[in-house]
């Protein structure tokens, strides 16, 4: 790839990505999609097994946000037990009896 596409693909996907973040979506869309398009247009069969592997990246990426998710419940039900636990035994950590 010639250093101007480069610098093109590279530049529109940021800028994009900066107007989406900051608000500006619509334009920020606009700009990722163009930087994609020529990214794409230079290689073709790369996207093409892209897109066909694109069920199979779905569904590994479903799988890891489930077992996250379920890492989280548990972390936070782990987090409640413990400070409820260390709660109920303050009193007598500072008694004067």
Not at 20 to 33: E, Q, S
Not at 67 to 96: C, I, N, Q
Request: hydrophobic fraction near 40%; aromatic fraction near 12%.
């Amino acid at each position: 790839m010639q250093n101007w596409k480069k610098a093109l693909v590279f530049g529109s996907i940021g800028a994009g990505t900066l107007l989406a973040i900051n608000g500006r979506r619509p334009l920020g869309i606009a700009f990722i999609t163009a930087g994609t398009a020529v990214l794409a247009s230079e290689y073709p069969e790369k996207f093409e097994a892209l897109w066909e592997n694109a069920p199979d990246y779905v569904n590994r990426a479903t799988q890891i946000f489930s077992v996250l998710s379920k890492l989280s419940e548990r972390f936070a039900e782990e987090v409640e037990r413990r400070g409820v636990t260390a709660w109920s035994d303050e009193p007598g950590r500072y008694s004067t009896r």
